[in-house]
């Protein structure tokens, strides 16, 4: 509400972690319920390369256009998250193509 950017991965976590990770991580509601309870838009961006990070390996980030939301404002903030989690991850997997 006072023009600051706060960051929120949905899924909590980086989808592979070398071979030990066993299995997806899902996303979570937080980002889109905050977007929608404080009012504010929310970005997708999706994020490439976090699997070399420890060898400095290059980093790719793409940024789309903002989720919308306006529809859900007034309906079940949980019903209303999801929805807007939904979006969030479509959003992030066409950014992830580009990529």
């Known amino acids: 509400r006072e023009g600051e950017v706060v960051a929120i991965f949905p899924e909590g976590t980086r989808r592979t972690k070398g071979l030990a990770k066993k299995r997806q991580p899902r996303p ?3 980002a889109a319920r ?11 961006a999706a994020i490439a390369g976090t699997d070399r990070i420890a060898r400095l390996g ?7 256009p903002q989720v919308e939301l306006e529809d859900l404002r007034g309906r079940d903030l949980r019903e209303a998250a999801q929805i807007g989690t939904d979006r969030l991850m479509a959003a992030i997997g066409e950014l992830e193509q580009s990529l």
């Open 28 to 30: 979570h509601t937080g």
């Open 34 to 44: 905050v977007a929608l309870e404080a009012g504010v838009p929310l970005i997708p």
């Open 58 to 64: 290059p980093l790719r980030v793409a940024y789309g």
